[in-house]
């Protein structure tokens, strides 16, 4: 069984919205990599509009009835004043290590992007080439391969620019992953 921890710094307690942005944002950038680069979802349209059907709202706590039974990731989190701890266990190890490897791109750019708005910290991660060629390409080319609906494909995108926001979010100061 893989497993993954993610320790957030902060500079404050985050607000309700702020931890619900950050803390989802890992969970859904593992399914985007799962259904874009794991093998057994490629060119497959059912995890992309199961996801979509069953909502992509950050209220929904199930994972996405696309994923396989042992592809689905268990988040534990330890919430703290100025520290979150999240352990992301089972999944499939190939995409929790490329969320590892995503994050900590996500990480060395997060100081440059921090003081830009919601709507444009995403755009300028998305650019960052290390996260282009790991994370948005290949989700790219799978939404287009999958030939999921219009409706689909922006609700997607926006899972990503929701996930990229939330973890670039001002109030973040850090953010370290290890592989347990």
Request: charged share 25%.
């Amino acid at each position: 069984m893989a497993n993954l921890n993610v320790t957030i710094d902060t500079s404050r307690m985050l607000d309700g919205a702020q931890f619900r942005h950050a803390s989802k944002g890992v969970e859904r950038l593992y399914y985007l990599l799962l259904f874009s680069t794991a093998p057994a979802y490629t060119g497959k349209v059912e995890p992309w509009v199961f996801w979509t059907a069953q909502g992509v709202n950050l209220s929904v706590r199930e994972a996405p009835p696309g994923a396989a039974i042992l592809d689905r990731l268990r988040i534990s989190i330890s919430p703290g004043a100025r520290r979150i701890g999240l352990r992301a266990t089972g999944g499939h190890k190939e995409a929790l290590e490329k969320l590892r490897n995503v994050l900590a791109e996500i990480d060395k750019i997060r100081p440059s992007v921090a003081e830009l708005s919601d709507s444009e910290r995403p755009a300028m991660v998305m650019a960052n080439t290390a996260i282009a060629s790991a994370l948005v390409e290949p989700l790219q080319k799978a939404l287009a391969q999958s030939g999921i609906r219009k409706e689909e494909r922006a609700a997607l995108e926006n899972v990503l620019h929701q996930a990229l926001a939330g973890l670039t979010d001002r109030e973040i100061t850090s953010m370290d992953t290890a592989a347990a």
